[in-house]
């Protein structure tokens, strides 16, 4: 895994960027992203054979969590410290035909439980609210009301996926 050739960042404000600067961020960003994919990837790794180690060295170097779990603390050559934690149990949101079929073996269970309802919008939202909030400024409204902000992502592409997409 070859660590990319560092290139100096441009800062220029973007209407001030030529295009051959455009080029050249693009190249940069593509790399970095696929070094940290890899570095990703080898971390992932990394950290699987962390957790093997602390789960078999729990019992005599682990300690209890608050929550009935265990946290082991692996530690580096140079000071730093690995610290693995499992989490202890935790109870789960029921669906309704689970609550139900506990009900049956444990009455007191709604004692335990508060029944949540969500309103999720339906597919056909976007032509139904005209029809059903016909004034444009209190469609807008509601709108805005229920409305969530969209996430902004950055996708790179190699030349040799970018031509396979083709």
């Known amino acids: 895994m070859a660590k990319p050739k560092a290139a ?22 593509v790399q970095k992203d696929r070094y940290i994919r890899e570095l990703e990837k080898e971390l992932k790794t990394i950290e699987a054979t ?14 209890a969590t608050e929550s009935g779990g265990w946290s082991v603390d692996l530690p580096g050559l140079e000071g730093d410290v690995c610290k693995v ?14 609550f139900a079929e506990l009900r049956n073996q444990f009455p007191e ?3 335990l439980f508060e029944r949540v309802v969500k309103w999720a919008p339906i597919e056909s939202f976007d032509t139904e609210i005209k029809t059903w909030v016909p004034d444009a400024v209190e469609r807008r409204k509601l709108v805005t009301n229920v409305q969530k902000k969209g996430t902004l992502r950055v996708g790179y592409q190699t030349k040799e996926s970018a031509a396979k997409a083709e």
Do not use: F, M, N
Request: aromatic content about 0%.
């Open 50 to 63: 962390l957790v093997a180690v602390a789960t078999l060295r729990k019992k005599t170097d682990g300690s």
């Open 85 to 98: 934690t499992q989490a202890g149990p935790g109870v789960k949101t029921l669906s309704a035909e689970d």
């Open 109 to 111: 269970i709604p004692r």
């Open 8 to 29: 100096k960042a441009v800062e220029l404000k973007p209407e001030d960027l030529s295009e051959k600067d455009v080029l050249r961020l693009v190249d940069q960003a």
